[in-house]
């Protein structure tokens, strides 16, 4: 079975709108931690946004939001007031407490249309 | 402040050869992890550590090697190459122990097999 799950491919939003990236996961581990990454065309790995699974509250860094569902297990990514240089590749990754491992979703691409 | 240095950036080699990455980091981090990209397929994990001497597989691991004789690095070697190899191959590091720490990425290395 997938740990994460990204099911959207490809999407689009309107400079200034706001768009969410959806993401679930798959564990039975009690605490673990999940993250968004960008990657631009460029290639790099950027480190966006955490949330810990003992979290109250939603995380939030500047314009990135996450929606987290914990009895959906979902953490989706708002990405506000979007902005052209916000078309990227994302991924949503998750760590377990036990195992060290980080597990990546297929990502999801990104375009602000102008 | 280097961070996650990969080297070379661009390979091309034909198949049959043999290479290693190479994957150094100057954070004292204790995990390490090399991961592929291939279109559609997200970030799979090849092999990970946990520490010098530890390394365990991931999910694709066959066609690779690797060892960790010091916590800065974690080389990658291909045994024998084939253009199933072809992809983007990442390195990672992170702390263990704390969930709340992302992992830093390395820029990538595009390697093609002829």
């Known amino acids: 079975a997938q740990k994460i799950t990204q099911t959207q491919p490809g999407m689009f939003v309107q400079e200034k709108e706001a768009v969410t990236l959806d993401c679930t996961y798959d564990t039975s581990d009690p605490s673990y931690g999940l993250f968004w990454y960008k990657q631009p065309s460029s290639g790099e790995m950027i480190f966006l946004i955490y949330q810990g699974s003992y979290d109250q509250q939603n995380a939030t860094e500047g314009r990135y939001s996450l929606n987290f569902q914990k009895a959906r297990k979902s953490a989706n990514l708002v990405i506000s007031a979007s902005q052209l240089g916000d078309s990227a590749m994302y991924f949503c990754?998750?760590?377990?407490?036990?195992?060290?491992?980080?597990?990546f979703g297929t990502g999801t691409s990104l375009t602000v249309i102008p | 402040n280097a961070g996650v240095t990969q080297t070379p950036k661009f390979q091309v080699l034909k198949t049959g050869q043999s290479m290693t990455l190479q994957c150094a980091q100057d954070?004292?981090?204790?995990?390490m992890s090399w991961y592929r990209q291939d279109p559609g397929m997200g970030l799979r994990l090849i092999h990970y550590s946990v520490g010098a001497g530890i390394t365990d597989q991931g999910e694709v691991p066959n066609g690779y090697n690797v060892s960790r004789s010091t916590t800065e690095d974690f080389p990658l070697r291909l045994l024998s190459a084939a253009p199933s190899q072809t992809s983007v191959y990442f390195c990672?590091?992170?702390?263990?122990?704390?969930?709340?720490?992302?992992?830093?990425f390395g820029d990538g290395t595009r390697l093609s097999i002829l």
């Open positions: 954070m004292n981090h204790e995990y």
């Open positions: 990672a590091s992170s702390t263990r122990g704390d969930l709340g720490q992302p992992q830093h």
């Open positions: 990754a998750m760590r377990e407490w036990t195992g060290n491992q980080f597990y």
